[in-house]
């Protein structure tokens, strides 16, 4: 179905009306009458006609008056006006001219000549609302775009969201927008899961859609041809039987739809159904770009997400390796990892900080590689030169680590888990805040973990030890070696930290 185009008369003679009215008739489209000024803008804005015929002689509100009220407003600027003049006067249109006419008639005039300027009018208006809607589509891409990039997160990322907005926009366009519109990809050569998006009310309504659409049935070889395509209207010969199929396996109660545009690029389709006018490229085109767009948001996120499983991946058998010698195994570092996220998330530090964090504190001991085997195992206390190689082992940590900017938190921790707020700490003996955040809060996980394990030279001790010897201190442990806000959001989450505990106890 085509909506036919709507064309305005407006003028304050009856008879002129009519006639007007009769000599449009065999375009056949919708002809609207106004017989004032005043009438012929409500008209303009319930209405939103293609075209109007404006006489300029009118009592109140002449047609210059209308025809500049019409042309200064956003909404209506760009609807054609032809002036309907009695008199072939010179003042008369160069008064038009400046309200913004857009053509002229001088009445008496001839049916061809009425007519022929309607349709050469109708045409210009199509085309500058096709430029219009390309803008407007093209706007809401970028702004799209816009938004994505500024909350892209790849690890979290879901197709499903970003094609919801998509749809909510591009059926939420006023004009030229279709009514539904399916998204489907392939899991299996013939089965087929998707999203089925319609305008309902004022709202975008999107359901589950799946079918199986098995090789013989209507239109599958079409789609299994795994070729790209595109279809448009009831008139493309075998691509009839992909939109058939696809009506078929519409939700119950939906529909009729007709006035379709699809494109495919197996396993990927898209059809959009009920557009409000005959479907041309340009809607094929519209089409086209939001899936190619989401297509390629899809193939990024995938790419970021499957580097990034190999970067933790490697990062953990780095952290591993560097823990073979040491008394310090099994779970160890994952735990800190987890303890150290949990004290940055109640600490309230931002979403990207607490994730970095889980990874980077797993890197704490990696400069370890490099301290002998023996030193690392003796059972009993170190003397003073096994102390003083064992307190190179930060450094050795960052020069592991190298300068890659991903891996600056890492290389902060590396550096700075030994610290201590009093300034007590090694490498550097550095205080307060010039310990990084993360070297503070890592440097408490690190100690909760070491007190809960049996090593050399200490047994084990419980979740209530532990939190002892943290908060009063043992002489060896001061509750001043850690950042006063660390500490107090410790004790508050601690009981957390006794559940970590006993999940990956080793
Ligand atoms: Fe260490
Ligand atoms: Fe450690």
């Not at 539904?180 to 299996?188: G, K, N, R």
Request: hydrophobic content about 40%; some cysteine; glycine content about 6%.
């Amino acid at each position: 179905m085509e909506n036919r185009p709507k064309i305005l008369i407006v003028d304050d003679e009856k008879m002129n009306l009519k006639l007007m009215a009769s000599m449009l008739a065999p375009l056949q489209h919708e002809v609207l009458l106004a017989n004032n000024g005043e009438d012929a803008l409500n008209i303009v804005a319930r209405e939103n006609p293609d075209l109007i015929l404006l006489d300029v002689m009118m009592p109140r509100l002449d047609g210059f008056t209308v025809c500049r009220m019409l042309k200064s407003d956003e909404a209506t600027r760009l609807i054609p006006i032809i002036m309907v003049t009695a008199l072939n006067q010179l003042e008369d249109r160069v008064q038009g001219l400046e309200a913004g006419a857009d053509d002229f008639l001088t009445k008496p005039f001839h049916e061809l000549e009425l007519t022929t300027r309607v349709r050469s009018l109708l045409r210009v208006k199509q085309l500058n609302d096709q430029l219009h809607y390309a803008h407007k589509h093209i706007n809401y891409i970028t702004r799209h775009v816009e938004g994505l990039l500024g909350s892209f997160d790849p690890l979290s990322f879901k197709l499903e969201t970003v094609n919801q907005e998509l749809w909510q926009q591009l059926l939420g366009l006023k004009e030229r927008a279709p009514e539904a519109v399916l998204t489907a990809a392939a899991d299996a050569p013939v089965n087929w899961r998707g999203c089925f998006y319609r305008r309902q009310g004022g709202s975008i309504r999107a359901e589950a859609v799946a079918f199986s659409w098995p090789a013989g049935s209507p239109g599958a070889e079409v789609i299994l041809a795994a070729r790209e395509g595109v279809f448009a209207n009831r008139e493309d010969g075998k691509e009839e039987a992909v939109a058939d199929f696809l009506v078929s396996r519409m939700p119950a109660g939906t529909g009729p739809w007709r006035n379709y545009a699809a494109y495919y690029n197996y396993p990927l389709l898209i059809a959009a159904f009920n557009y409000p006018c005959r479907v041309t490229a340009y809607e094929l085109d519209v089409l086209r770009n939001f899936l190619t767009y989401s297509q390629f948001v899809q193939l990024v996120a995938g790419q970021i997400k499957s580097t990034e499983e190999a970067f933790h991946y490697t990062i953990k058998a780095l952290a591993r390796a560097a823990e073979v010698n040491d008394d310090d195994t099994g779970n160890h570092i994952t735990r800190v990892g987890i303890f150290a996220r949990e004290l940055a998330q109640n600490l309230g530090c931002a979403d990207y900080f607490c994730r970095e964090i889980a990874l980077a504190a797993q890197m704490h001991d990696v400069g370890k590689v490099h301290i002998h085997p023996d030193v690392l195992r003796k059972p009993g206390r170190l003397n003073a030169v096994e102390w003083r190689l064992m307190h190179q082992h930060p450094l050795y940590g960052t020069r592991i680590l190298g300068d890659a900017p991903r891996l600056q938190m890492a290389r902060e921790v590396a550096l700075h888990h030994h610290e201590k707020w009093d300034g007590s700490g090694y490498p550097a003996g550095l205080k307060g805040e010039d310990i990084s955040l993360a070297g503070r809060i890592v440097a408490l996980a690190d100690v909760y973990d070491a007190l809960r394990n049996k090593r050399s030279y200490k047994p084990a001790f419980s979740h209530r030890e532990a939190c002892g010897i943290i908060t009063a201190g043992d002489g060896r442990v001061l509750p001043g070696h850690f950042d006063p806000e660390v500490l107090m959001t410790f004790q508050r989450i601690a009981p957390r930290f006794a559940d970590i505990y006993e999940t990956l106890r080793d």
